[in-house]
């Protein structure tokens, strides 16, 4: 396949990836979803770090980023921008290491430095009152609150792991047969 043609092919699927993370972004304004949609969105980036690299994976990061910021919800934005637009494509490079007890510490940092900086962004730039993250019930709410995030975390880098392993099993080929994709990449 010429280079010509490759580029071609890589800008329009990451353009369409970008519109279709974005359009999934937009469902943040149901207001239940602050949290999955920006995951769903992020995961999204799997198929472009998988198959054009992670320059291509952070060009749609970015992408969808501003226009997230410009258009969705503000704090599903900072979710994706903070966490789950990077998260995919950086899961990669940490389970790399080979012990799985530091790779889940390093996982579980990420996501709890992320997630403050959220949640700081959250309530000292947007304004989100900081009774709707205690769930009412003071400091130990807020505690409790940031335990089963973690423990939703740890399910969704679960299941990222299970989405990738379907996709390379039972996808890939005929995704980069569509595309025409080399097959040595």
Known sequence: MSKQRNLATTISVCGLF?????????????????????????????????????????????????????????????????????????????????????????????????????TSLGIFVLGIPISEMNLGFGNIGFALFGLALVIMFILYDIALTKVVTLYLVKYRQQFRKMLRLNKNK
């Open 18 to 118: 970008a519109a279709l993370s974005v359009v999934i972004m937009l469902a943040s304004y149901l207001g239940v979803t602050t949290y999955a949609v920006p995951a769903l969105a992020g995961a999204l980036l799997i198929i472009i770090y998988l198959e054009f690299g992670v320059k291509s994976a952070f060009t749609v990061y970015l992408t969808v980023s501003v226009l997230s910021f410009l258009i969705c919800e503000k704090e599903a934005s900072l979710c994706y921008l903070f966490l789950f637009g990077y998260y995919p494509f950086l899961k990669a490079y940490i389970e790399k290491i080979k012990s799985k007890a530091v790779q889940w510490v390093i996982k579980i940092v990420l996501f709890t430095v992320s997630f403050s900086a959220v």
